[in-house]
């Protein structure tokens, strides 16, 4: 079946990494995403990473894929207070008859000072 | 750059009530889909579009209805509300799934269901 799995709630302190992690079931995937919610607001891409990668770093980002265990992380550097906000990690899917994007259940990230 | 236009952000039913939630978009993107986002359930999937004329049920399809008539428009209709549809539902676009595409997402629309 199709899921994807994070943990709810990560609290970490101002200046400090954070890494959120996401499990996923479909080895089909191709694409894994991670998206970033604030309050009010809708999804935004943050970054992506095709599924014959193993890191991909941008800026303050780093997203690990371990392809073998179905395991994504996201690690943010330096975190700051402008980066509490909740994260999804996607997956993008294609079967014989259809193609989807799944959701985690999202991750709240909130910076302690 | 409207990018992706849901409406209305608000709205209260009453049990039995139907209303259609609009979204369009101007990327001429293929795929749309709707999501509804309940507290510590995420985001799931209602129904998805792969093209005019072209949709297909999610994760939660029952309750909910959709067309696709034109690439711009993806309407998502309630046919009966009922209080378990109360959430904040969500419109995406991409331009396909097929490669690196970024999913962009309306604003929302918070619906309550009393």
């Not at chain 1, 809708?42 to 770093?57: A, E, R």
């Not at chain 1, 941008?58 to 943010?76: A, G, Y």
Request: with cysteine; net charge neutral.
């Amino acid at each position: 079946g199709e899921d994807v799995e994070q943990s709810l709630f990560l609290s970490v302190r101002e200046g400090d990494s954070s890494v959120i992690n996401c499990t996923y079931t479909d080895s089909s995937s191709t694409y894994l995403y991670w998206y970033k919610q604030e309050p009010g607001a809708g999804l935004q891409l943050l970054t992506y990473i095709f599924s014959n990668m193993d890191m991909k770093q941008d800026q303050r980002l780093t997203v690990l894929l371990n392809k073998k265990d179905k395991h994504l992380s996201l690690r943010i550097a330096d975190t700051q207070t402008g980066d509490s906000a909740i994260y999804f990690c996607a997956e993008s899917m294609r079967n014989s008859s259809a193609s989807k994007i799944i959701f985690g259940s999202g991750t709240r990230l909130s910076i302690r000072p | 750059n409207a990018g992706v236009t849901q409406t209305p952000k608000f709205q209260v039913l009453k049990t039995g009530q139907s209303m259609t939630l609009q979204c369009a978009q101007d990327m001429n993107h293929e795929y749309m889909s709707w999501y509804r986002q309940d507290p510590g359930m995420g985001l799931r999937l209602i129904h998805y579009s792969v093209g005019a004329g072209i949709t297909d049920q999610g994760e939660v399809p029952n309750g909910y209805n959709v067309s696709r008539s034109t690439t711009e428009d993806f309407p998502l209709r309630l046919l009966s509300a009922a209080p378990s549809q109360t959430s904040v539902y969500f419109c995406a676009s991409s331009y396909s799934l097929t490669g690196n595409t970024e999913a962009f997402f309306g604003q929302g629309t918070r619906l309550t269901v009393v």
